[in-house]
């Protein structure tokens, strides 16, 4: 089973910037992050397949830009012009496959969470 290590998660004012860094134990295919507020449903935010195509879900599009390092296993999120609905835990997931890049029951193995606080 992979180990997945998020860090980078952090309070800013809206309109700043964070980065967020996921490294897996060994390289796996698919990557993905994820992201949960209180009272709300867990979001796919970004993926990266196993041919590097990215995905994003609508609402970070423009916003955040997904990259990996597979020489490091590490998942990067690039997030700026950040908005207070951007608030959540944020989680890294990863499998061999993703059919569906955004959905989570794709992953077998997710990383505890970093959160990011945006404030008004």
């Known amino acids: 089973q992979v ?9 800013v004012q809206a ?5 967020l860094s996921c ?4 390289d796996i295919g698919c990557m993905a992050w994820f ?3 209180p009272g709300k449903e867990q979001e796919g935010v970004a993926a990266i ?8 879900t609508r609402d970070v599009q423009g916003r955040f830009t997904a990259s990996k390092d597979n020489a490091r296993s590490t998942l990067i ?21 993703c059919p569906a890049p955004l959905r989570a029951s ?5 990383g ?3 959160q990011v606080t945006v404030s008004s």
């Open 49 to 56: 397949d196993r041919r590097g195509h990215i995905y994003y």
């Open 3 to 11: 180990q997945l290590a998020e860090s980078g998660g952090g309070s």
């Open 106 to 110: 794709d992953y077998r193995n997710w």
């Open 23 to 26: 490294v897996a134990s060994y």
């Open 77 to 97: 999120l690039q997030m700026n012009v950040l908005k207070p609905e951007d608030t959540a835990k944020y989680y890294c997931a990863a499998d061999f496959q």
């Open 35 to 37: 992201r949960q507020a």
């Open 112 to 114: 505890p969470g970093t």
């Open 15 to 19: 309109g700043g910037s964070l980065r």
